[in-house]
């Protein structure tokens, strides 16, 4: 019987990540500043690997979508919590089938994720596969500061130009993401508070923990050291 569900697992994830993190790191760099990039850079790194699955599994995606467009026309929000509640069993939480789930039912919100031909898909899909180098590196800076001194490169050259690149270009293709999204006129049909949820504050996630990394990844470059995980 399965004890797991999708939300408890991602959820698992993140409490597992984020206290194994605490547990490792100098104690001086538990501050606001490295919690929230390590807890951003985690739950990326879990859509990262959807974002895969995305582009792996698009036409199952496609077939998926129609079918639960079909079912829960109108009741879209119950086809979200559908997917959330969904059980999971040991063997299941690595298959990206079932997790492929995820686009099929965002998809009834926003369509073009169905779409191998959308800006959505292609943002997405390149976040997957661009982000998870340069965000583990950021985590290494701020768990593992000393181990990047050894490496024949500057540590705060490193970080701050990978880093900083990589959360300009979450931002940005969040916000052309929204462009694309409003101009396009994808939200009708669903309530205010639906498109404020599934659609805005999901996203927006991608735009304020950016933010927070630029700055981060700037004061680096500029003072040539991890001192802005530890202030």
């Not at 895969?52 to 119950?78: C, M, N, P």
């Not at 994808?186 to 309530?191: D, E, H, L, M, T």
Request: aromatic share 16%; with cysteine.
């Amino acid at each position: 019987m399965a004890i797991l569900n999708v939300a408890k697992a991602m959820g698992l994830w993140l409490v597992i990540t984020m206290m194994a993190s605490i547990y490792l790191m100098p104690p001086k760099n538990i501050t606001a500043t490295s919690l929230s990039i390590l807890f951003f850079n985690y739950l990326n790194l879990l859509i990262s690997l959807c974002e895969q699955v995305l582009g792996r599994h698009i036409t199952l995606i496609k077939a998926d979508y129609l079918e639960l467009k079909e079912r829960y026309k109108g009741k879209e929000f119950s086809a979200c919590i559908a997917f959330l509640t969904m059980p999971l069993n040991a063997s299941e939480v690595f298959d990206g089938r079932l997790w492929s789930k995820m686009w099929s039912t965002y998809s009834l919100y926003d369509p073009s994720y169905q779409n191998h031909e959308s800006f959505g898909f292609f943002i997405d899909v390149g976040n997957g596969w661009t982000t998870i180098i340069p965000t583990s590196i950021v985590n290494c800076a701020i768990i593992f500061p000393r181990a990047l001194s050894t490496l024949s490169v500057e540590p705060s050259l490193l970080v701050g130009c990978s880093g900083l690149c990589t959360y300009w270009q979450m931002m940005y293709g969040a916000l052309i993401y929204y462009l694309s999204y409003f101009f396009n006129k994808r939200y009708q049909g669903k309530s205010n508070i639906e498109i404020a949820g599934f659609v805005g504050f999901s996203n927006s996630l991608w735009v304020i923990f950016p933010m927070v990394g630029i700055s981060a990844c700037v004061q680096i470059l500029a003072d040539k050291n991890f001192d802005v995980f530890s202030n």
